[in-house]
């Protein structure tokens, strides 16, 4: 169920740190330096159009969006549609997404503003030294397995770990988009995105050992790609790719 402006503000307020998701078999998470030829930091912003408190948290994705090191995308989610104004990249798909989170994080609802790091630990994001504290102490996945990228495909390599991810492919607007908003908490403002996603697709299944998976024709042209893989059912990301 969506969370309502009363109850977001509520939790909203309350200081949220870092939330490190339970612990995983897959592959064991480390928080340390991350090596130069290293998979980027993926950090996942929820939001809405229609949330009031979700500016300032774009306007800090926004802000580090362009670090090398770093792959900031940007999800709509559709539970504040009702309330005056209909997010225009929204998609049920996408609030799926931040639900599965939320089971893996041990929570009964979501939230917005709401950052996700490497798929193992999230917080609000409006305040920008706690958004570069959490990147700087992202955990990361211990053995990720390669990726390499052709025209037509991609190919996760051989990992010694076993067990299952998902792997994804998300394709994203890396430009900065105004939108003006008429009605709703942000009647009046034109609110920037940028990395929006558009496209979330599900190549398949990847259990440890080399395995290539087809990459699908563009709906549009303009957009970026990466691959992810990661654990099913929101779990951490273990490895990611820009194509």
């Given amino acids: 169920m969506a969370l309502t402006p009363f109850v977001r503000r509520q939790i909203t307020a309350a200081p949220i740190g870092l939330i ?106 409006q305040n920008r030294a706690e958004l570069e504290d959490a990147i700087k102490h992202a955990p990361r996945a211990m053995n990720a397995p390669s990726i390499e990228n052709r025209s037509d495909a991609v190919t996760i390599g051989k990992s010694i770990s076993s067990g299952r991810a998902d792997v994804w492919l998300v394709r994203y607007d890396p430009n900065i988009v105004q939108v003006p908003i008429a009605r709703g908490e942000n009647t009046g403002r034109t609110l920037p995105h940028k990395n929006v996603v558009h496209e979330l697709l599900k190549l398949g299944e990847w259990s440890g050992s080399e395995q290539s998976y087809k990459i699908p024709d563009a709906a549009r042209g303009g957009l970026r790609e990466a691959v992810l893989v990661q654990l099913a059912s929101g779990g951490p990301i273990l490895t990611a790719a820009r194509r």
């Fill in 20 to 125: 490190i998701a339970a612990v995983v078999s897959f592959f064991p998470l480390i928080t340390a330096a991350a090596p130069v030829d290293a998979p980027p930091t993926v950090v996942e912003l929820f939001q809405s159009q229609g949330c009031s408190s979700c500016p300032p948290a774009n306007a800090n994705i926004i802000a580090v969006s362009e670090r090398p090191e770093l792959l900031t995308l940007s999800f709509g989610v559709t539970y504040w549609d009702q309330l005056g104004w209909k997010d225009t990249f929204a998609t049920a798909q996408f609030t799926q997404r931040q639900w599965d989170y939320a089971h893996a994080f041990h929570r009964k609802t979501v939230f917005t503003p709401q950052v996700v790091i490497n798929g193992s630990a999230d917080l609000v994001g």
